[in-house]
């Protein structure tokens, strides 16, 4: 099946730090969505993009849609302990009917 | 608003057993997804509904694996016989149309 490659598998950041992980595939797709998730729980949306160059922010995230339609990064500025978790990115292909392709997640940790 | 709700929390069985999950998803939305997530690794898509239609159900196996949503509003998702290989956690997400996704917390199944 379709895949997304998402890195990096985990970071390891001081409290404060800028924090940057991306996705990229082989196939275009019409939609990227960036996920968290913490222990016990379900994804959470943090960021939507629909359009090809889109940059999005929310608070100290900011997330990107690739002009190729086949990647897409996500920035967190000045970390803080409680962005700790799994972030996943997801996407839609052109043509699917609603359904997320994920990625396997990048772990963050921060040290206070 | 409420979000999605699932039930139970956490299943623990024995492989050759059998195990339902149910799935109550936000009000008004018309399409209801559940996913597999294998430790370690991003939700993979099981199955799609459309109100009580099946979308996708391509990534579900059907020898063990069946879903429905007899209503167009709640769904279950049952395996019969259960594989040490299901041990993951189960999603479901729902959304209004194909758009933005809401997950549920997730039930967690252990497989002995």
């Known amino acids: 099946g379709q895949q997304l490659n998402q890195s990096p598998q985990s970071m390891f950041i001081q409290e404060g730090e800028d924090v940057s992980m991306n996705c990229t595939s082989s196939s275009i797709f019409n939609t990227w969505l960036w996920y968290k998730q913490e222990p016990g729980e379900g994804p959470v949306l943090l960021i939507a993009?629909?359009?090809?160059?889109e940059l999005t922010s929310n608070g100290r995230l900011t997330a990107q849609f690739g002009i190729t339609r086949k990647d897409s990064f996500l920035n967190i500025s000045a970390s803080i302990p409680s962005d700790v978790g799994i972030y996943f990115c997801a996407g839609q292909l052109v043509g699917s009917q609603g359904n997320l392709i994920f990625g396997k997640g990048t772990k963050l940790s921060v040290k206070p | 608003e409420a979000g999605v709700a699932q039930s139970p929390r956490y299943k623990i069985i024995e492989k050759r057993q059998s195990v339902a999950f149910w799935c109550n998803p936000i009000?008004?939305?018309?399409?209801l997804y559940w996913y597999q997530q294998i430790l370690g690794q991003g939700p993979k898509l099981l199955i799609q509904f459309q109100n009580n239609g099946v979308v996708d159900d391509s990534q579900l196996p059907k020898d063990r694996f069946s879903a429905e949503r007899l209503k167009g509003v709640d769904s279950t998702l049952k395996i019969q016989p259960a594989k040490l290989e299901d041990s993951a956690v189960y999603l479901c997400?729902?959304?209004?149309?194909?758009?933005?996704?809401?997950f549920g917390p997730g039930t967690r199944l252990t497989v002995l």
């Open positions: 997400a729902s959304s209004y149309g194909t758009d933005t996704q809401y």
């Open positions: 993009l629909y359009k090809a160059g």
């Open positions: 009000s008004g939305h018309a399409t």
